[in-house]
Nanobody, 126 residues
């Protein structure tokens, strides 16, 4: 089983940037699909972005397209979420998640992921 630890959250003004990291340990990170989700206060946990095991497939929710960039470095067992042009509506706790079981589809729902990090708070002030 892989373990995940997020870092890089914080407080930033609207228009600013943050880079979240997701450090993995415990098994071969490169065999796992990696995703980012977020949960705003009083809201459900929502999909943000996903990257395939080799990094050759990437998908974003519409509201972050053109502003967020997901990536991974399998040699470092680490995933990233670069967030630019941040807006107050991006305020949430951000979680990375891994799915290490085979799937013939791209997982984008909470239930399709097996392992979660503890979350990191991102707050965007107006």
């Amino acid at each position: 089983q892989v373990q995940l630890v997020e870092s890089g959250g914080g407080l930033v003004q609207a228009g600013g940037s943050l880079r979240l990291s997701c450090a993995a340990s415990g098994r071969t990170f490169s065999s796992c699909t990696l995703a980012w989700f977020r949960q705003a206060p009083g809201k459900e946990l929502d999909f943000v972005s996903v990257i395939s095991r080799s990094g050759d497939y990437i998908h974003y929710r519409d509201s972050v397209k053109g502003r967020f960039t997901i990536s991974r470095d399998n040699a470092k067992d680490t995933g990233y979420l670069q967030m630019d042009s941040l807006q107050p509506e991006d305020t949430a706790v951000y979680y990375c998640a891994a799915r290490c079981r085979y799937a013939n589809y791209v997982p984008i729902t909470v239930a399709q992921y097996d392992t979660w990090g503890q979350g990191t708070q991102v707050t965007v002030s107006s």
